[in-house]
C-alpha cells in the first residue's frame, strides 16, 4: 500500500551561516558601487587635484597687464617738422592739376563771370528791366574790351564803363562809343569800350567794373546784379574753382 512520506529537510550551520554572508557580501559590493558612480558623474578633477562641480558658477577673473610683465601704459614720441605726411597719390596728382601753375599762368588774368550773351533769353530780359546791359567781354594783353546794349529811349544818349582796382577806394570812368550795328534795329544799340589793365597786380587783387547808361537825365547800372563784374588772376579763381 502506497503512502506519503514527508521527509524534513535540514541544513546544517555551516551551510546556512555561507549563504547568509554571500548575499550581505553582495549586496554591500553593489552598493559600493553605485555610491561611486554618482560622485564621478557629479565632479571632476582639475590639474592641480583639486575637485570642482560642474554645476557650480565660474568665477571671473581679471588680469592686467603688470602681472603678466608688461607695461602699463604705451609712450609715442611725435617729433616737430620731421616726420613725413604721406599723402595719398590721387589727391596729389588732383592738387598739382589743379593748384600748379608756371610764372606766366599765375601772371594771367580771367574774367570772372560767364559772358551775359551766353544766355540770350536772360540778357534780352535784364536789357528790357534796366535798359543797359553788359553783352561781350575779352581779355587782352594789357587791357579788357567788350560790348554793351543799351534800349533805344531817346536820340541824345551816352555809355561808360566805371573801373576800379583797389576795391572802389578810387575809380576810373571809360567813355564807351557808338558801334554801328550790321543790321539795326529801333529797339536798341550797341557800344564799344576798352580800358587799360594795371601793369602788375598781386595775386589777391581785382578788376570790378560795372556799366553806366545816362539817357534823358537818368543813369542805369548794369552792376551785374550787384556783384560787380570781376577779372582776376588765374591762380585766385582756381584755387577758388577747387575749393
Known amino acids: 500500500m502506497p503512502m506519503d512520506v514527508t521527509m524534513p529537510l535540514y541544513l546544517s550551520k555551516e ?91 599765375e601772371d594771367k588774368l580771367v574774367l570772372d563771370f560767364t559772358q551775359p550773351s551766353s544766355d540770350y533769353l536772360l540778357f534780352r530780359q535784364n536789357l528790357e528791366q534796366n535798359l543797359v546791359s ?35 577806394k578810387s575809380h576810373t570812368d571809360v567813355s564807351c562809343e557808338y558801334v554801328k550795328d550790321t543790321y539795326p534795329t529801333s529797339y536798341s544799340d550797341t557800344f564799344s569800350f576798352e580800358a587799360s589793365l594795371p601793369a602788375e597786380m598781386w595775386p589777391n587783387e581785382q578788376v570790378e567794373f560795372a556799366v553806366c547808361y545816362k539817357v534823358s537825365g537818368n543813369e542805369y547800372w548794369d552792376s551785374n546784379q550787384g556783384k560787380n563784374y570781376r577779372i582776376v588772376s588765374c591762380c585766385h579763381f582756381c584755387y577758388r574753382e577747387h575749393f
Open 134 to 168: 553788359l553783352e561781350h567781354c575779352v581779355l587782352k594783353e594789357k587791357a579788357f574790351a567788350g560790348t554793351v546794349k543799351v534800349k533805344n529811349v531817346s536820340f541824345e544818349k551816352s555809355v561808360m564803363v566805371r573801373v576800379t582796382f583797389d576795391s572802389w
Open 15 to 105: 551551510e546556512f551561516a555561507f549563504t547568509t554572508t554571500s548575499t550581505v557580501q553582495k549586496s554591500a559590493r553593489s552598493s559600493c558601487l553605485r555610491f561611486q558612480h554618482t560622485t564621478c558623474v557629479n565632479k571632476t578633477e582639475r590639474e592641480d587635484g583639486a575637485v570642482t562641480s560642474k554645476d557650480a558658477k565660474k568665477k571671473k577673473r581679471v588680469t592686467f597687464a603688470d602681472h603678466k610683465g608688461l607695461s602699463l601704459t604705451k609712450v609715442k614720441i611725435f617729433s616737430k617738422f620731421t616726420d613725413p605726411i604721406e599723402i595719398p597719390v590721387n589727391i596729389q596728382e588732383m592738387l598739382s592739376s589743379k593748384l600748379t601753375l608756371s610764372s606766366t599762368e
